[in-house]
DNA sequence: TACACGTGGGG
DNA sequence: TCCCCAAGTGT
């Protein structure tokens, strides 16, 4: 049986849709109509849609943009691409200095990834990213969304895109529920392919009409259900809207392992120097001397009041993780 | 399959 | 204040 990885977008098996889908399936040109027109007057005007933008400037967006809101990532994304116009700019410096730039965007193993990728762009690429789904998702940090996206966006290619935005759409849409299902499911993958337009161009469109659509209208908490294009086609909005069938669990942070990471990280992303595993475990204060620069994250960590063994933890993770390594006794950013 | 993985803005 | 959540990936 297909993996929920699967593209296959054969015709659409009898009865797919019968949990409330017969609705919209029997328009499916009205639909990719409204929703066109609908993003060609409201899409957001972003530097990754722009028909100037380059293959290597969509793949460090969809990457940038995996888990974290456009408008921390604008900013970030321009710095990248002013620096790195191309893979093999970014490929010709060492790992630490992708992650030293990637800021507060969070989850900087991302970066990490990315500069293998363009290592990888350059080596086995001739420097160019390549367009076609498998060969992207052969690339370190890109997965099926991203590697659909990239083909779809940067190269004009029919590809079922999938991201969180667009399963929600469905999920509402089509499917009459509040949200999607905590994991994505072969079903969904085949749902998202039969609702795709058979023309590439149109299916682009579609793609990231649904994707906008979800991102700006049919969001997460309290959708604005009176300015979507398509709420009279809306199965949740005909069921009454049922809410959730399960309750999301939360993402812990406080007094996590994650927490200490991150904390670390910010004092590697600032220092100039390795820094000398004391600072870590104690406060600059009580080693008698104000370290250069780093004092100030230092200080965030030290607030944190982290048990040793979870600093040697969080240390021993990035040390495995390759987003820090040990020189001359003291922790630094990769080389 | 479930869990780990950052960060900060909005309700 | 606290909690939810944001264009996911790798194990």
């Given at each position: 049986m297909a993996p929920p990885g699967s593209r296959a977008a054969g015709p659409l098996p009898s009865g797919e849709l019968a949990a409330g889908g017969l609705a919209v399936a029997a328009d499916l040109p009205a639909l990719h109509t409204a929703l066109d027109d609908w993003f060609a007057s409201n899409a957001r005007e972003l530097p990754w849609r722009a028909?100037?933008?380059?293959p290597w400037g969509v793949l460090v967006s969809e990457v940038m943009l995996q888990q974290t809101p456009v408008v921390r990532v604008l900013p970030v994304w321009e710095q990248w691409l002013r620096r790195w116009p191309e893979p093999s700019a970014l490929a010709a410096e060492p790992a630490g200095e992708a992650v030293r730039s990637w800021?507060?965007?969070?989850?900087p193993r991302r970066a990490l990834r990315l500069h293998a990728a363009a290592v990888a762009i350059r080596d086995s690429h001739a420097g160019a990213v390549p367009g076609a789904y498998t060969e992207l998702l052969e690339?370190?940090?890109?997965?099926s969304y991203t590697a659909a996206a990239v083909a779809a966006f940067a190269f004009g290619r029919r590809e079922t895109v999938v991201d969180t935005n667009i399963r929600r759409v469905h999920a509402r849409?089509?499917?009459?529920?509040a949200l999607p299902s905590q994991a994505l499911t072969a079903a969904e993958m085949r749902l998202a392919a039969s609702l795709l337009p058979e023309d590439p161009a149109a299916s682009v469109r579609w793609n990231a009409s649904v994707m906008e659509l979800g991102a700006m209208?049919?969001?997460?908490?309290?959708?604005k259900c009176g300015q979507c294009p398509v709420r009279d086609s809306c199965a949740w909005l005909a069921a009454g809207e049922p809410p959730p069938t399960y309750t999301p669990k939360g993402q812990s942070w406080h007094g996590t392992d994650r927490q200490v990471r991150g904390a670390v990280m910010a004092v590697l992303r600032v220092a100039e120097d390795p820094v000398a595993p004391e600072l870590f475990h104690r406060a600059p204060a009580d080693l008698g001397f104000e370290p250069d620069g780093i004092g100030i994250p230092l200080a965030a960590l030290h607030r944190l009041n982290a048990a040793p063994e979870q600093l040697e933890r969080a240390l021993a993770g990035l040390l495995g993780d390759g987003l820090a390594e040990l020189h001359r006794g003291g922790f630094r950013l990769p080389a």
């Open positions: 028909a100037e933008c380059t800021g507060r965007l969070g989850y690339l370190p940090g890109v997965g849409l089509v499917s009459g529920s209208v049919c969001t997460a908490r309290a959708p």
